[in-house]
């Protein structure tokens, strides 16, 4: 809808000489009378109803594609129509009324809307912070317009990435509250709406989830060093009793490590903060971003009251534990790392250098996000960023959505076009979704086909990336244009289902004679008879043919040697997350668990012995230590050494099959999942030749145990013995 729609006709101010200026209004009410507040603050705002902070949300409202701007100043230009939309956020504020004068104010900031300091991907900006409101209460509406008063506020610098500045010795005290006398605020400049497409925010703010204890690790005076207990994103807490301390606090992920490193360590004005302290009872901390960071440094006589971890409120919805450390290692790691990359309804690559909803990252991971977490509505939002960043015209789908720059390739990122509402479908059975998707995924499947030559995926839009894969142990080897046109067979297939799912047979039935066409092209191409190999397997490369349907028995076989024998991965971050279950699915989970669990160099093992507590961008070690997209694998735990999968066709996890892969190395395991359908657990204990079993599933889900060639109907609670 329009902002005339969504406000009722309120007008958009803003402030004229702040980023992070204030506001306040002052209305009349009656005590206890329903009201309810829809408002809009561009890029973040807090809201504060007689001196009360209305929610605990923060960085508020969710990033998006926000409205036009020219993409011809970004560093990958792109010539594409896209759609634009802009959340707002409603509020319940009957119990913070008074009878009489009430006092409404408002803080803005700067987020992803004006993010005007790191220009590494060129110019990102869309504006400069805005506000527009409407109060809807029973003795008549409050309309924003140049009647609520402004003036700069006491924040001078704030932005995602290099921090902020807060001077409290020009804070108005008492400006959010009645009887503030506002002599130095003014009218506000009204200005024209931004054209988009209004609507109230689904998916979940930002919140101070949890807390942790820093650790003073190292004094030198003027400084001191902490530490906290894991790599992690929010900030630390400091209180002051003095007026006119300054405070400076930096963030780093990393201060020694003899290993080749070049990641976020300390650097100047990079994720740093500053307090002038006032003197009062208050807690400094940034208003308007996060920091992803192990260790923080101090300057000022003042030590930390704790530090906040800040992400988007999507609770876990699973567990799992095992006798074998690396596999726990695994989970636990995907796990804090996913959340630390979820922030204003975006899954991010990194929470600190970046902060882009890279879209490979974020399809590679979208499966094991939605099945063990909450995050429903979440990944329903991200669905919508993806969608806005199709072009109108060609169909293509750039590498971050939303679209913020940034490089990749057009499988294994645009490809998130198909792979996330498929994948949405698989866990949430939302048939409405998946069909309003369907006619942007077959735009998509054509935009790949517009970019091939005989077959092959060869190229995407000029001057921009056209990856395959990213981030092996060694320098990419693996065929850029093999890599996506294996990827472009795997969403034709993914659409074809899709188009059996929905009825709609017909609108995609011309895939079926392209499928073919494409995997022959792949065939000839990239198949060598005498190696029985696709590209020589060359990191991995064989089963991302193989699991098209292509090859035979023998080349499947090579690859079940080659890593029998390799105990390693030797891939990036898309074959990754392939070769275990093309391994699994072909009954070699020994194989695939001895990848998860290895001990070797290129493992998540080596992550866990060098003291990391979340997922590394590259297997050695080099840049970002909080990058969730190797984490993709963390499902297999659950799909295949629990063997918690849904029945063929299945959705939403109405009709469960429980079939656990035994393998040497692991002999106890649990965990479970909260599904759409109920909680489903597997609980394991393996001795010898046999195992026990126990099984739970709720009574709403149609549940199996298979095993052995013997498969049966269970509902609650049940005990199994097999041999193995």
Known sequence: MTSNELFKGAKWIECTDSDSPLFRKEFDA?????????????????????????????LTPNATNYSERDLNLLNFPLKSEFSYRIYAVKYDITDYLLDGKNTLAVMLGNGYYNQNKRMAEGNVVFGTPKLCYVIEKESGDILCDETTLTRKGYILENNLYMGEEHDYSLYPDGFDKNGYSGSDFSESTVIPAPESNFQIQFSPSDKVIRSLEPKLIKDEGKTKLYEVSENTVGYAVFKCSEKGKKIVVSYAEEIYDERPYYGVKFAEGYQTDIFITDGSDREYIPEFTWH???????????????VDVVHSDCPVTSSFESDNENLNWLYDAY?????????????????HRERLGYTGDGQLCCEAGMMLLDSREFYRKWLYDIADCQCKNSGHVPHTAPWMGGGGGPSGWGGAMIEVPYKFYKIYGDKELLDEFFPKMLHFLDYLENRSENGLVYREE?????????????????????????????????????????????????????IEKVKRAIHVAYYSPHQNTYCGDIQGASCL??????????????????????????????????????LFENGQGQIAFDLLASDKDVSFAYMKRNGAT???????????????????VTKYLFTYLLGIRQSENGAAYKDVVIT??????????????????????VDYVKKGNKATVRVYADPNINAVFAYGGKSTAFSGEAEFEVEI
């Not at 796990?335 to 929470?351: A, E, F, Y």
């Not at 000029?462 to 067979?489: F, H």
Request: glycine share 10%; net charge negative; proline share 5%.
């Open 30 to 58: 009656l005590k206890g009378e329903k009201a309810v507040i829809t408002i809009c603050g561009l890029g973040f705002f807090h809201l504060y109803i007689n001196g009360k902070k209305v929610s605990e949300d923060l």
């Open 462 to 514: 000029e001057s921009g990336w056209c990856l395959g894969d990213w981030c092996p142990p060694e320098k990419i080897r693996i065929p850029e244009v093999y890599v996506n046109t294996c990827l472009y067979v795997r969403f034709m297939q993914q659409t074809l289902e899709a188009a059996q799912i929905l009825g709609r047979e017909q609108e995609a039935a011309h895939l079926n004679e392209r």
């Open 545 to 582: 043919a193989l699991q098209t349907g292509l090859g035979d028995e023998r080349a499947k076989q090579e690859v079940f040697d080659k890593y029998e024998k390799l105990g390693m991965f030797d891939s990036g971050i898309i074959v990754t997350e392939a070769l275990p279950r093309f």
């Open 292 to 306: 992803g960071f192990r260790y923080f440094r101090v300057e000022g006589d003042v030590e930390p009251v704790r």
């Open 660 to 681: 656990p892969c035994f393998v040497d190395g692991m002999n106890r395991a649990k965990g479970h999942l909260t599904t759409e359908s109920g909680v489903v657990s």
């Open 614 to 632: 979340t997922l590394w961008e590259n297997w050695n070690g080099a840049d970002s230590r909080n990058h969730p997209m190797f984490g993709s």
């Open 335 to 351: 796990i804090k790392t996913q959340l630390c990359n979820m922030h204003t309804g975006v899954p991010s690559d990194c929470p």
